[in-house]
């Protein structure tokens, strides 16, 4: 085939359609697609590949010097990127919060892609505009459920905001800290606020030593970063321990009084709808009235749990997430739409003026320009995508996917607490659940064993689970990841658990079982079973 010339004829074609269908290039969009196609019927997670080996496909930090044929890259992409990557539609890929996409997303990716439209700016995005205010206005509708009247003022205006999409859930959570950090510190009249004047300023005229964020340690590691990039510091993120996985109001009524009593100012307390370890929702209905006696902004984090407000059945898991000043969802998450689309909501379409910007070439004052009150500048339309979901699926949709998945990880919370080799450690609220890998020999003497026998024993498990959870994963059949948990019934100190996210729904109960049956052969099959079932009459004489 010879090399690729380094010419403007050349490059040209590259940027052009291809002149027929059976021309080269459309022939690798074939192959590309046949590929990936097969690649994601395969059940196998991933190849038994380490990652050191495919690091050596990806070792040259120079810029290749002269061009390369597409239809060669093409091949190069399919041997060292899509053969060695993780097969997220695989049924048993349960592990995380990335799942099976629908079908329609990949031709929708190519009008997508081709179109290139650039959100930030009216004149390089026209219609992708107001299809992503009707977007937030609809997800602003599932959270708030304000009247018609309301949404045909606030919709489109170009003085007000419902909400700001973002990346996902990370920016979106720094989007709703920022907007109530320069609402609350914001001008009057003998300050111009902070936006413009910096904390110092803020913090010396309104009278406060510090700024908090409180949550409970369940909260997504995004606030940390939040609360870092918006500079009110990692140790003014007040984390409060949750033995039952949710946040505790009066705890956190307590804690506020106290952090506000030393000349500090809460700026926002944060709830979680739908844990990213175990799926637990925080009380929010209580929570508001916390923020409301603490007067500090309300946020809710419903970065994964947001969808379950499709679900009649379900939705009240979330009572009182009505009553947040701003919201986190995900709807790259449960809402099955690819990577990169998260969204923070604001109650009061006012509130995203405190962080709008302005500037002479783009972004001029009373535009519609989405770019006005977003974290991020160019951005693409992304909103497109869910846009599509929200209307191929419906609610109704939406409501039969979640109301399974929840259905799903109530049947495999059955399957692990009849099982004689696991523990279930927490039970599912939404579809997300923990458990590991114990004789059940020692489960036994976990009920009667006193706290230092309990550390003792619980050490060793923690080793098994971590053994265990490695071997599934390098088999590559099926993924289960693991994390470490408070949960006093079962020890004073955190353990390590399997981790599983149940929201594929390609995954079957007999999926499930599988799961459960190859991780019971391998545990019985190392060398710590043995020893911790050898170790009950020493722990007992210990």
């Known amino acids: ?50 990652l050191e080996e495919v690091e050596q496909d990806f070792s040259d930090p120079f810029v290749p010097e002269s061009p390369e044929f597409v239809s060669s890259h093409a091949e190069s992409l399919l041997n060292k990127l899509v053969a060695h990557s993780v097969n997220t539609y695989s049924p048993t890929f349960i592990g995380h919060m990335t799942s099976a996409l629908p ?71 720094i989007t709703a800290l920022w907007v109530a950090r320069n609402k609350i510190l914001g001008p009057d009249k003998k300050f111009a606020g902070v936006a413009k004047s910096g904390l110092a300023a803020a913090y010396r005229h309104y009278g406060v030593n510090q700024m908090g964020v ?52 809460l700026l ?77 909501l604001f109650k ?25 009150t977003t974290l991020e500048g160019s951005r693409n339309g992304m909103a497109m995508m869910v846009y599509a979901s929200l209307h191929i699926f419906g609610r109704r949709g939406y409501e039969l996917l979640i109301d399974q998945s929840i259905s799903k990880a109530k049947a495999f919370a059955r399957m692990i607490s009849e099982h004689p080799d696991f523990e279930l450690v927490t039970a599912p609220t939404l579809s997300l659940l923990t458990y590991r890998v114990c004789p059940p020999v020692v489960q036994e003497k976990l009920k009667t064993a006193s706290d230092d026998e309990k550390a003792r ?43 599983v996210v149940l929201a594929n729904p390609l995954t079957t109960e007999q999926d499930l079982k599988n799961i459960l049956q190859e991780q019971s052969e391998i545990a019985r099959a190392r060398h710590a079973w043995a020893e911790l079932e050898k170790t009950i009459p020493s722990a007992v004489a210990g």
């Open 214 to 265: 409180m949550c409970s340690r369940r909260g997504h590691y995004s606030l940390s970063k939040a609360v870092d990039v918006l500079g009110i510091g990692r140790d003014n993120l007040i984390t409060l321990p949750c033995p039952q996985q949710t946040l505790s109001p009066e705890q956190a009524l307590a804690e506020g009084h106290r952090y506000q009593e030393e000349g500090n100012k």
């Open 103 to 173: 079908y329609f997303h990949l031709p929708l990716a190519k009008l997508l892609v081709g179109l290139n439209q650039n959100l930030v700016k009216i004149e390089t995005s026209k219609a992708f505009t107001p299809l992503e205010r009707q977007v937030l206005g609809m997800m602003h509708n599932l959270v708030y459920g304000q009247e018609d009247s309301w949404y045909q003022q606030y919709l489109h205006s170009a003085r007000h905001a419902l909400g700001a999409f973002c990346s996902g859930g990370t920016v979106a959570n």
């Open 457 to 499: 024993l619980n050490h060793k498990i923690d080793a098994l689970v971590v053994n265990v959870q490695k071997l599934q994963r390098e088999a590559g059949k099926s993924f289960v990841s693991r994390t470490r948990l408070e949960n006093p019934d079962l020890n004073p100190k955190p353990v390590t658990v399997f981790r």
């Open 348 to 372: 009061n379409p006012e509130d995203a003026n405190a962080v709008r910007h302005h500037a002479q070439y783009i972004l001029r004052q009373g535009s519609k320009d989405l770019g006005a």
């Open 268 to 344: 926002a307390l944060v709830g979680v709808g739908g844990t990213t370890e175990t799926g637990h929702v925080d009380p929010l209905d209580e929570l508001a009235d916390v923020a409301r006696e603490l007067d500090c902004w309300f946020h809710v984090d419903a970065a994964w749990g947001g969808a379950t407000l499709f679900s009649g059945t379900h939705r009240s898991k979330l009572k009182g997430i009505e009553r947040a000043d701003s919201v986190t969802i995900d709807a790259h998450k449960q809402m099955y739409v690819p990577m990169g689309a998260g969204m923070a």
């Open 1 to 50: 085939m010879g090399e690729a010339q380094v010419s403007l004829k050349h490059l040209f074609r590259v940027f052009t359609k291809p002149e027929h269908k059976d021309s080269k290039l459309a022939q690798i969009e074939q192959h590309l697609s046949d590929n990936i196609l097969d690649f994601l019927s395969q059940h196998v997670v991933t190849k038994k590949t380490s």
